[in-house]
């Protein structure tokens, strides 16, 4: 069977190498490339958090190309407090040696999809948009080949993760996902931070079956360190919600995706506290305007036998 071709655009902290893992497991799919882009951390971190998921994966080693290293319009902020300042829990696991390949992400999105057939690929967007859109302002008709593209970023009705309002991949720059909707990409679906939240959110013994499983699922439960932290003091309990690797099962396995409709999107541009606010037309009163398909919801057993089963956990 042919496999299916993949670049996959990500602010690589501790749950993108999970979801990266996963795809580079997946025997159906082909990932093409990498770019980076400051999310979580710096573009040019994100990197070598890449490129060590990859030495610890051993499957097959795409090129990592570093993408933007600055918002559209807005100062980067990071997220340390969920990732750590490296992006992978502070522990010392990321191999600075690994060497990044020589290239700009963003032109390297643009140079692959010129070079293979109009709908033979698949751009999955981990972190921020920036990448995309500013591959978009370079040359949109190219851009118009990806097949589809798969964004982890809003939230559905869980409220915000960063603000009240607003979901992290959306809030770091929301300039760059009013220019991705905007767009009318063919196929565009987003995977809502609520998908990985629920039954769908990793408890206390299902953190150990991963850990516990071989060298990778250590690596993948260790990196996440903060995260874990992060929770312990939201919810009162040991648990991880992984909305990387829940936004990467609803791309690659459709099979696991519950809820998902198409709706009118807006996103707050404003300098308030609402920023990065998306808004969506749940009772589809809009005749007009962006929309995109929202993934809020996933089948958490089918979800979590995807997950480990391309981790090697079971």
């Not at 670049?7 to 770019?35: H, K, P, Q, V």
């Not at 979580?40 to 971190?45: E, I, L, P």
């Not at 979901?167 to 995977?191: H, S, T």
Request: charged share 30%; with cysteine.
């Amino acid at each position: 069977m042919e496999r299916r071709k993949l670049i996959i655009d990500t602010d690589c902290g501790s749950d993108d190498a999970i979801a990266i893992a996963m795809a580079l497991n997946d025997e159906r799919y082909e990932i093409l490339m990498f770019s980076t882009v400051s999310g979580n951390v710096r573009a040019r971190q994100a990197c070598y958090n890449l490129l060590t998921t990859l030495k610890l994966c051993d499957t097959y080693y795409p090129p990592v190309y570093e993408g933007s290293n600055e918002m559209l319009k807005r100062d980067f902020v990071g997220a340390e407090d969920t990732h750590g300042k490296d992006g992978m829990g502070d522990l010392g696991l990321v191999d600075y040696s690994l060497k990044i390949t020589e290239g700009n992400g963003i032109d390297m999105i643009l140079q692959t999809l010129k070079e293979n057939e109009a709908g033979s690929i698949d751009i999955i967007a981990l972190g921020p948009l920036t990448n995309i859109a500013l591959a978009i302002r370079k040359d949109p008709e190219t851009m118009r080949k990806a097949r589809r593209v798969v964004s982890m970023a809003v939230t559905f009705k869980a409220g915000g993760n960063v603000t009240d309002y607003a979901e992290f991949n959306v809030w770091q720059d929301a300039e760059a996902f009013k220019e991705v909707i905007d767009f009318g990409f063919r196929n565009l679906m987003f995977v809502a931070w609520d998908a990985s939240l629920g039954e769908a959110a990793f408890k206390a013994d299902e953190i150990e079956k991963l850990r516990n499983s071989s060298a990778l699922g250590e690596f993948c439960v260790d990196s996440n360190i903060c995260l874990l932290e992060l929770n312990r003091a939201r919810f009162h309990e040991d648990i991880l919600d992984l909305a990387d690797p829940a936004a990467m099962c609803a791309a690659l396995y459709p099979e696991c995706i519950e809820e998902c409709e198409n709706y009118h999107l807006d996103v707050d541009l404003s300098e308030t506290e609402r920023y990065g606010f998306v808004e969506i037309d749940y009772d589809h009163q809009k005749n007009e305007g962006p929309s995109a398909f929202i993934c809020s919801k996933l089948k958490a057993d089918v979800y979590k036998r995807y997950l480990y089963y391309h981790l090697k956990a079971e």
